[in-house]
């Protein structure tokens, strides 16, 4: 009886030593190495380079229910098939693609200043059909400023050398209220076609989280923003659609830090 149950034990090692670290067997779900080529970045700092991580952000890389590569931490939508198209942590090897609207790139982040009207980061990419998954830390509200938001902006265009249009799911503080909106953030008459706003109980000073956005054209707009204690959330069906874009991250009058960018197809 001890010896068959020692076959077993053997075979059981042997099987999981032959299969490596992403077999099935501990219900790991790792890309494989021929499909990615390293970033030169380990945002979790699990010791596995972002380009190879299941879940680039959160160490956590085990359980992939519906078998897409990525880890249900980092999976935006786990009951579908999705694949990564980004990833940065904004390491000084890992920017191509981005462009500076307003703000600085840090050692590892996208960062803007109090005292800064507005700070954005544009992805050279196409939004239709994707989530994008942010890490931000709102580190301080301007006071001087009657107004503070804060979010993702989908067929970004510039409108001025401080303003982006677009499609916009953003959390706002106006120095009474915080809430969540989302709608065509249309300059020079912005407010026009939001849909209704929803009450946030989530502070903007105290966001520090993910925010997590999708988008389609013709379709709808979303996103929740998530934090240890709260996750408010918003969905609209926009009513006007701008013309083909891009995507930016967005924050005006907040000193902020991006801490990475990943979009998946939605």
């Known amino acids: 009886m001890r010896y068959h149950l020692l076959v077993r034990v053997v075979l059981l090692l042997v099987s999981a030593w032959l299969c490596g670290a992403c077999d099935d067997v501990f219900d790991l779900e790792h890309i494989d190495d021929s499909d990615c080529v390293d970033l030169g970045h380990d945002e979790d700092s699990d010791g596995i380079d972002d380009a190879c991580d299941p879940c680039p952000f959160d160490a956590h890389n085990d359980d992939d229910p519906d078998d897409d590569g990525i880890a249900l931490a980092c999976d935006p939508d786990p009951a579908k ?90 959390l706002v503080f106006d120095s009474t209220d915080n809430f969540l909106r989302a709608g065509l953030h249309q300059y020079p008459n912005p407010d026009e076609t939001y849909g209704p706003w929803v009450q946030s109980p989530l502070p903007l000073d105290q966001m520090h989280g993910i925010i997590r956005a999708h988008y389609s054209r013709a379709g709808t707009v979303g996103c929740s923003f998530e934090t240890p204690l709260l996750q408010p959330s918003i969905e609209q069906t926009p009513t006007t659609n701008p013309a083909p874009g891009t995507i930016a991250l967005w924050a005006e009058d907040i000193g902020v830090s991006f801490r990475f960018l990943m979009i998946t197809t939605k």
């Open 81 to 170: 098939h999705n694949d990564v198209v980004f990833f940065s942590g904004f390491n000084l090897g890992n920017r191509a693609g981005l462009e500076l609207f307003e703000g600085y790139f840090a050692e590892d982040s996208f960062d803007g200043m109090v005292g800064d009207a507005s700070h954005g980061l544009f992805w050279n990419g196409s939004p239709d059909g994707v989530w994008v998954i942010v890490g931000v830390d709102v580190l301080a509200l301007d006071a001087a400023a009657s107004a503070h938001e804060l979010g993702i902006i989908f067929d970004a265009a510039r409108y001025s050398s401080y303003e982006i249009n677009g499609i916009v799911c953003e």
